[in-house]
């Protein structure tokens, strides 16, 4: 199946301009391309997308589809041309889970005061580079080292550990806990994305775990009050939730906070959110 940017373009164009002559005239080429065009890309997807009559021009229930498509793909590759050819005028950080807790907002603001000709975008993916290996960022925010040999990394801050429990469990009247005290209940992971395994309690005393996949299904499971969580500091700070607490793990060594990006692609802005994230976590 080859579907080209110029079918795209001409479908998005007909829908916008209401008829193949107005499409004809928006794209600088003739009628008789336009439905050439058109015909082409329905062939190609084997569907069906306009329904034309004597007096409109209407997307199907399947054109529709295909129109929110091909306006995302075009828009993604205006954005690659413009970074291309501009120098890259925005600066797109991923994180899994909890983006940079409580200096998430201050980074944002500090961010766009300071650099205003290159916008930040954070980017949530679940996936263990949190979108760089996918393309989804030109940097990620990472607690736990990546084995990439692709990738350099820098720490910007450290975090303390948290449980995550709920809200009438009997360890949330307490002002901290213990990893022994986890090692007795069920500890939720999310063997993925997430920062906690059984290596960080002793040999002979580790819990029994059950696997999550998302942060949301993690609360939500923790708050039935089934099982516990350990997570970073952020996390509290990012999905404060009713029906949840997180008290600090004192005998857990903390965690910490990484920005990674490609080792032979580095977006021009790299150094300086190193530089503006170590103050912000250096000042808290």
């Not at 329905?42 to 498509?69: D, K, M, Q, Y």
């Not at 005028?89 to 961010?111: D, P």
């Not at 916008?119 to 996918?134: D, K």
């Not at 809200?167 to 007795?184: E, G």
């Amino acid at each position: 199946m080859d579907v080209e940017l110029r079918q795209l373009r001409c479908l998005v164009a007909i829908v916008d301009e209401g008829t193949f002559t107005d499409a004809a005239i928006a794209l600088g080429v003739s009628q008789a391309a336009v439905s050439r065009t058109l015909a082409s890309l329905e062939r190609a997807l084997g569907v069906r997308l306009l329904r034309r009559t004597s007096r409109e021009v209407a997307p199907t229930a399947t054109g529709l589809r295909v129109l929110g498509h091909a306006r995302r793909v075009l828009g993604e590759v205006a954005d690659l041309v413009q970074e291309a050819t501009t120098g890259r005028a925005s600066l797109r950080i991923g994180y899994a889970w909890s983006a940079l807790g409580r200096h998430t907002l201050a980074f944002q603001r500090e961010w766009a005061r300071s650099h205003p000709g290159t916008e930040l975008r954070l980017v949530r993916v679940n996936s263990p580079t949190a979108g760089l290996s996918e393309g989804a960022c030109d940097m990620a925010v990472l607690r736990t080292a990546p084995d990439d040999r692709r990738f350099d990394t820098a720490i910007v801050g450290l975090e303390r550990r948290l449980c995550a429990m709920a809200a009438d469990d009997p360890l949330a009247r307490r002002r901290s806990v213990r990893l022994a005290d986890i090692a007795a209940r069920v500890l939720l992971v999310d063997r993925r994305t997430g920062t906690t395994t059984t290596e960080l309690f002793p040999p002979g005393s580790r819990p029994a775990t059950k696997e999550t996949h998302d942060v949301d299904e993690w609360l939500t499971e923790i708050s039935t009050g089934r099982c516990v969580g350990m997570t970073a500091e952020s996390t509290a700070h990012q999905y404060p939730r009713p029906g949840i607490v997180y008290r600090p793990v004192r005998d857990a060594e903390p965690l910490a906070v990484r920005l990674a990006w490609w080792r032979d692609d580095p977006h021009p802005s790299t150094r300086t959110a190193i530089e503006l994230l170590s103050e912000l976590y250096r000042d808290a």
